[in-house]
């Protein structure tokens, strides 16, 4: 029997996301929530809601039986996990499916395998990825770490194998500083993720960020949906996306869309999934995937066409792909900005009431959010309160309508990086797509401090 009803084990504009989706196809909705998002927009629209505990995550949107037994309740049939909180999370899928629920995601075992940073880049190399060079595994010591930096050639990069954001990863220049700074990746890789197992890659010194969007249906059939490029980023923390990148050319597209969508087919893998890749100098390295749907999927599904979470639904339901790799079609440009409630220059946190709010329309504007006037954004969570995506026949366009689109957009109560993003489409480096993941970092820093 198809899918009928679909607990969304997520929060913000991802649920509603998912919930909009699933009423397109007929499908019922389970919300769950904290005592915090009673008055969400995704709890105000489903069929069903569950709250399953106190603000906190950790009793809350971490927390696995409740999770269950709202899903036993509501009489779900089905759990899509978003992104964050449990979306990558083996054991999770894997305690869905022994309660004859249907994990709307990849493989436990696949989620599994690409959750552990070493063992993601030993099944790559064996997928036929091009790697960062590095260690084959773990760092045992510190004359194996040394041995591997001076085969790659100093600055290294020390990272753990666990978890990210910037945690537990560390740039050593020079040998002599490599004992420390491995101890010190170690440790905080310990007191951030339980494990302070930690890797050795070879480090680049200005890359790009670019991620391919793949889809597989569990069966080896596997399709890319092109590149986004994600290098405008601050503290390892995506700013803004596009797609396609500035930078990629058709004949890179396809030739490293091929190789990705081929390695996902061998794989068997089912769902969405983006493999990441540092681009330097003409090359791809890869250094992960998440084994999820993205923050950003919005501009790919503005470039294809195609409904992400649609067809992550249907794949989970048993069906094949949609499409084939020669019916996917890439047309115009996208760009996402990330609407953080934070101050867009010191990047205090900025909760509170909503006091007014009106959304940009138009032809080819986008906005997924879960504001509205009156609701209290609570302090408990991810800062990001909305994403306004654009599409365009050109580059050059979509920056106009986005330009367009944020002189229309209003978030009045809360402070807001909307004018981050217009300062950012007046600089004429932006503008040319002339970035890399740390020309953010360097732009946010020469900007005049704030007068007000």
């Not at 969508?261 to 100098?281: K, P, Q, S």
């Amino acid at each position: 029997m198809p899918i009928q009803k679909v607990l969304i084990a997520n929060r913000g504009e991802i649920a509603l996301r998912i919930h909009r989706a699933c009423h397109e196809m007929g499908i019922q909705t389970v919300a769950v929530h904290s005592t915090a998002d009673a008055d969400a927009m995704h709890v105000r629209l489903a069929d069903h809601a569950v709250c399953i505990g106190p603000p906190a995550a950790s009793e809350s949107y971490l927390n696995i039986p409740n999770i269950i037994a709202a899903a036993e309740i509501s009489g779900a049939d089905a759990i899509h996990p978003g992104y964050g909180f449990l979306s990558e999370n083996a054991k999770f899928a894997e305690i869905v499916e022994a309660h004859d629920l249907i994990f709307i995601g990849p493989k436990p075992e696949h989620i599994r395998t690409m959750g552990d940073k070493i063992e993601a880049k030993a099944t790559a190399a064996r997928l036929g990825l091009p790697l960062v060079p590095g260690s084959d595994g773990p760092l045992t010591s510190l004359d194996e770490a040394k041995r591997v930096a001076a085969e790659i050639g100093y600055p290294v990069l020390i990272k753990a194998a666990s978890g990210g954001g910037g945690r537990g990863m560390k740039v050593v220049p020079e040998e002599s500083q490599l004992e420390s700074l491995m101890a010190q990746a170690g440790s905080e890789a310990k007191a951030a993720f339980g494990d302070a197992t930690v890797y050795m890659e070879k480090y680049l010194a200005d890359p790009r960020h670019i991620e391919f969007q793949v889809f597989g249906d569990g069966r080896g059939n596997a399709i890319h949906l092109g590149e986004r490029d994600c290098s405008l980023q601050r503290r390892h923390q995506k700013v803004l996306e596009e797609a396609p990148s500035p930078v990629i050319s058709m004949a890179q597209r396809e030739e490293m869309g091929a190789t990705v969508a081929r390695a996902m087919a061998e794989m068997g893998y089912r769902g969405a999934g983006t493999i990441e890749f540092l681009y330097e100098d003409g090359r791809f390295y890869f250094i992960e995937m998440n084994t999820r749907l993205q923050v950003e999927h919005p501009v790919t599904e503005m470039v294809t066409g195609l409904d992400l979470v649609r067809e992550q639904i249907r794949v989970a339901d048993g069906y094949l792909l949609t499409l084939s790799q020669d019916e996917v079609e890439f047309r115009g440009h996208a760009i996402e900005c990330r609407i953080n409630a934070e101050h867009p220059r010191s990047f205090a946190p900025s909760p509170g009431l909503v006091k007014g709010y009106h959304a940009p329309g138009g032809m080819n504007v986008r906005v997924d959010s879960g504001l509205y006037a009156g609701y209290r954004v609570p302090p408990y969570y991810d800062s990001m309160v909305a994403k306004l995506i654009v599409w365009g026949h050109s580059r050059e366009g979509a920056l106009r309508r986005l330009r367009r689109a944020l002189e229309e957009f209003v978030i009045d109560g809360i402070t807001t990086t909307i004018p981050l993003h217009q300062a950012l489409l007046d600089d004429p480096e932006f503008q040319d797509g002339d970035y890399t993941i740390k020309w953010l970092e360097r732009w946010l820093a020469e900007q005049e401090p704030d007068q007000g």
